[in-house]
C-alpha cells in the first residue's frame, strides 16, 4: 500500500462527505462497515438521506456498483440471476443478476417480500450464490448498503432475525441541523452533487486496509470487556434472547475497523462501547411492548446494560 491507511481512509471520507452534509459521524460507521468486510443498514424515515449515504459511498470506491430497488413483486431470480436456456448448444447456463457488483445499494430492502429478502443470506455470508446446484464466487470487495423505513410504515415486511444478523451496522440518520439543511438546498439547487462524485479508493486499496483492520491488536482486557457486554444482553430480563456468539465477534471486527479508522493499531475500550448501540440493538429480541420495533427503546435499553458494565482500567 503506497499510501499510509490512515490518509487512504481520511481521503474515502472526505470523499463521501463533499455530499452527504453534517452526517460525519453516519459516514464513519459506514466506512467502518466496510473496512471490517461486512454490511450496513441505513434505517429511518424517508427523506432523510439513506440512499444518498450508500450511493455516495459506492461512488466512491472504483469498483463496480449495482442499485436494486426492492418492491413487493422483485422475485429472488431477479437479484440472483438464473439459469437461461441455449437452444443452440442444449444447456442451460447461468446468467448473472444485479448482487455480482462490488457494491450493492439495497434500497428500501424491507418492502420486499420474506423470500425475496433471504435471497441475499448466502450472498452476505458467504460471498456467493448457489444455482442449480453450482456456487458462484461473488466479486471482492462485497459490500451490502441496505435502507429500509421503519418497520411500522405501511406496505413493508419487518426483516427476520436472521437476515437482520447479516448486518455489521445498524444506522440510523436523524433529520439534520438547520444549518446543514440550508447548505442541502443552495448544493442541490442544480442538481444531484452525488452524481458527479469521482472514486477515492479502487478495490485493491479497500482490500489492504481491509487485512490492515485484521493486524489491528485486541487485548485480552478488551476482549473480556467485550464478553461482559455480550453475557450482559443474556442474563438481561428485559431480554427475550441476547447477543449471539456471531454478535460478539462482529462487535470485535467492528472495534478493529473503529481502530484503525481513528489512527490506532489497537483497540481500547471505547471504541467498543460507542459501537455497542449499532452493532448489537439489531441482534437481540426484546420481551413485551418493546417486541416488534421501537428502536430507540431498544438501543436505550442497551445503553443502560453497557454503563453497567465496568471498564477495564
Known amino acids: 500500500m503506497s499510501d499510509a491507511p490512515q490518509e487512504l481512509i481520511a481521503k474515502l471520507q472526505q470523499n463521501v462527505c463533499q455530499v452527504v452534509l453534517g452526517k460525519e459521524d453516519v459516514v464513519r460507521l459506514a466506512v467502518v462497515a466496510l473496512l ?4 450496513v443498514l441505513l434505517e429511518d424515515v424517508p427523506g432523510v438521506g439513506k440512499t444518498l449515504v450508500g450511493k ?22 431477479d437479484i440472483t440471476g438464473s439459469s437461461i436456456y441455449n437452444g443452440r448448444t442444449n444447456e442451460f447456463s447461468f446468467s448473472p443478476g444485479p ?5 450493492i445499494l439495497a434500497d428500501e430492502i424491507n418492502r420486499a417480500t420474506p423470500r425475496t429478502q433471504s435471497a441475499l443470506l448466502e450472498s452476505m455470508s458467504e460471498r456467493q ?3 442449480d446446484g453450482e456456487p458462484h ?23 427476520p432475525e436472521s437476515q437482520l444478523d447479516r448486518f455489521l451496522l445498524r444506522i440510523p440518520l436523524g433529520y439534520p441541523e438547520r444549518a446543514v439543511e440550508m447548505r442541502v438546498l443552495t448544493t442541490h439547487r442544480e442538481g ?9 479508493l479502487d478495490c485493491d486499496q479497500v482490500a489492504a486496509l481491509q487485512k490492515e483492520v485484521r493486524k489491528v491488536e485486541v487485548e485480552d482486557s478488551i476482549n473480556e470487556y467485550l464478553l461482559d457486554i455480550v453475557e450482559a444482553t443474556r442474563a438481561c430480563d428485559e ?12 462487535l470485535y471486527r467492528a472495534s478493529q475497523a473503529a481502530a484503525l479508522v481513528a489512527g490506532r493499531n489497537y483497540v481500547v475500550p471505547d471504541d467498543v462501547k460507542q459501537l455497542t448501540v449499532p452493532v448489537l440493538s439489531h441482534r437481540v429480541i426484546p420481551k413485551g411492548y418493546l417486541h416488534g420495533g421501537q428502536r430507540e427503546a431498544v438501543e436505550s435499553l442497551i445503553e ?9 482500567g
Not at 137 to 159: C, D, K
Not at 192 to 200: C, M, N, Q, R
Open 99 to 103: 448482487i455480482f457488483a462490488n457494491v
Open 239 to 250: 431480554l427475550h434472547i441476547g447477543v449471539s456468539t456471531r454478535g460478539a465477534l462482529a
Open 56 to 77: 455516495a459511498l459506492a461512488r466512491s470506491l472504483a469498483g463496480s456498483f449495482h442499485r436494486i430497488q426492492f418492491t413487493p413483486d422483485l422475485l429472488p431470480t
Open 304 to 312: 443502560r446494560l453497557v454503563e453497567g458494565v465496568p471498564v477495564p
Open 36 to 39: 471490517a468486510g461486512e454490511h
Open 192 to 200: 444531484e452533487p452525488v452524481d458527479s462524485l469521482a472514486p477515492a
Open 129 to 131: 450464490v448457489s444455482a
Open 137 to 159: 464466487s461473488l466479486p471482492l470487495p462485497f459490500m451490502v448498503i441496505a435502507t429500509q423505513n421503519p418497520a411500522e410504515f405501511e406496505g413493508t415486511y419487518p426483516l
